[in-house]
């Protein structure tokens, strides 16, 4: 008999023991649930017109994902942008393909060696019959400008920029013009031919919030360009994109991006990156306050594309490099080194301590 009643608690024990390992399963299901979370800011508008943005894109352009992304952020966090490629990767399309989705204005200013400051902002014309000069405006006027090959044009008619980047203005015969919001310059520039080309100023380069680098594509993306360019038969590719959002909807998701959360902490980790900056023996120039109000801009961008109301270390991280590159020089000894300005901010980021 006592036998068999331990044969009896061997048989129970299996069920005793699936028991218990049954109910911590029921109680993780219960913190999970208890874990889910909602955002504070609804995002679900503009999460919607980025998906219709980059649908649109994507019916041209083949990758580029990065470039997109930051074309987005960039126009979420009122910022311009600075296209850096060598010719025939999509630079100049990309930018027309953003500003064809969106119903706002669109102009294209081809730079050159011989435009003048009055072909860009306008110029004051005499009426012979009200006897008084008007103004003519220039393509500067739209809400989102195409420049096309930046570093064509010299120093005077770069100077031109400086106003109407930074402050949405420009000033002409002691007159001030106002552009309509959004304003937002897409300028692009070819790194390998220097024949009849001029270096941006420094203070030109800080106006824009990224410097875009826009890669060769890899095998499969090209073989996929060919088939699409085949498929085309003669149709302009332009033609399949269509317009979504208007300049309502955009002020609306710019306003919203700037309620975006950051923690104090990270405030503090945007500085010390900063400062980190000014301090790198390999740098000659550091990056100034506008280059971490910048980071600030465009990490809670980042944070909005994916669908999150607060900053996090990998939403700064993302938008510090094409933040910093632009702004900072390094020293002639490091240079002639063939150190780059990436590698010396990549370094920087991984030495500053992420806040916990």
Not at 32 to 40: P, T
Not at 235 to 252: E, R, W
Not at 256 to 262: D, F, G, L, S
Not at 269 to 285: D, E
Request: glycine share 4%.
């Amino acid at each position: 008999m006592e036998h068999e009643n331990e044969n009896q608690d061997e048989q129970l024990q299996p069920q005793q023991d699936e028991q218990t390992t049954q109910q911590p399963v029921e109680t993780a299901n219960t913190e999970d649930e208890s874990i889910s979370f909602k955002n504070r800011i609804d995002l679900s508008e503009l999460q919607e017109g980025v998906a219709s943005i980059k649908q649109e894109i994507s019916k041209v352009i083949v990758g580029q994902k990065g470039m997109i992304d930051m074309l987005l952020a960039s126009l979420l966090a009122n910022g311009h942008s600075l296209i850096e490629g060598v010719p025939g990767v999509a630079k100049t399309i990309s930018a027309k393909l953003l500003a064809k989705s969106l119903d706002i204005g669109f102009s294209r200013i081809q730079f050159t060696p011989d435009l003048m400051p009055s072909d860009i902002l306008g110029t004051s014309v005499f009426d012979m019959k009200s006897s008084e000069f008007q103004f003519k405006e220039g393509p500067i006027f739209s809400n989102m400008i195409l420049i096309d090959e930046i570093n064509r044009a010299p120093a005077k008619t770069q100077a031109a920029l400086f106003e109407v980047m930074e402050e949405r203005q420009i000033t002409i015969d002691g007159n001030k013009y106002k552009m309509d919001l959004p304003f937002i310059v897409l300028a692009t520039q070819n790194p390998v031919e220097q024949e009849g080309t001029y270096r941006l100023p420094e203070a030109q380069l800080d106006r824009f919030l990224f410097k875009i680098d826009v890669d060769y594509p890899n095998l499969d993306e090209e073989v996929e360009i060919l088939n699409r360019e085949q498929a085309l038969k003669g149709d302009l590719k332009t033609d399949k994109v269509t317009s979504h959002l208007n300049k309502a909807q955009i002020k609306k998701f710019q306003d919203i991006v700037n309620q975006i959360i950051i923690e104090e902490h990270l405030v503090k980790y945007i500085a010390n990156i900063i400062v980190n900056t000014r301090n790198n023996p390999f740098l000659y120039l550091g990056a100034s306050p506008r280059a971490s109000i910048a980071i600030l801009k465009a990490s809670k961008a980042f944070a909005a594309i994916a669908g999150r109301d607060f900053v996090t270390p990998e939403d700064i991280k993302k938008a510090a490099t094409p933040v910093l590159q632009h702004r900072v020089i390094v020293t002639p000894e490091r240079e002639m080194e063939g150190i780059t300005t990436k590698q010396i901010i990549n370094q920087i980021i991984e030495a500053v301590e992420i806040p916990r």
